[in-house]
Nanobody, 130 residues
Framework: QVRLVESGGGSVETGGSLRLSCEAS????????MGWFRQSPEKEREGVAS????????????YYADSVKGRFSIARDDAKNTLYLQLNSLQPEDTAMYYC???????????????????WGQGTQVTVSS
């Protein structure tokens, strides 16, 4: 079955950086849109970034929420079945549980809508102190 395992979360100060990883198994990782989401206790789960099927040549089309553009970067390594999220210039409002998720086959539809993603990891906590 589909399994997604996130890692790399932690506690940093404002302006710090983290790199999240998501190891996928149980399906053909390379053929699917993948996304990162986050949720804090007082907010609904929101899409942070997504990346489409890379076509076997690396890359993939990316999408970012306005709140993280220029600070976060999503990438995939299909040879390792792993999704990444580089978080730079972290702010206290970035504090949340971060989840990776499997989206539709090939494309991601409209960015990173929660309802378009069907399988989820258990999450990794990111805490940013001021």
């Amino acid at each position: 079955q589909v399994r997604l395992v996130e890692s790399g979360g932690g506690s940093v100060e404002t302006g710090g950086s983290l790199r999240l990883s998501c190891e996928a198994s149980g399906y053909d990782f390379s053929r699917y849109c993948m996304g990162w989401f986050r949720q804090s206790p007082e907010k609904e789960r929101e899409g942070v970034a997504s990346i489409t099927f890379a076509g076997g040549i690396g890359g993939g089309t990316t999408y970012y929420a306005d709140s993280v553009k220029g600070r976060f970067s999503i990438a995939r390594d299909d040879a390792k079945n792993t999704l990444y999220l580089q978080l730079n210039s972290l702010q206290p409002e970035d504090t949340a549980m971060y989840y990776c998720a499997r989206g539709p086959l090939i494309f991601c539809g409209s960015g990173a809508r929660v309802r378009d993603f069907t399988d989820w990891g258990q999450g990794t906590q990111v805490t940013v102190s001021s």
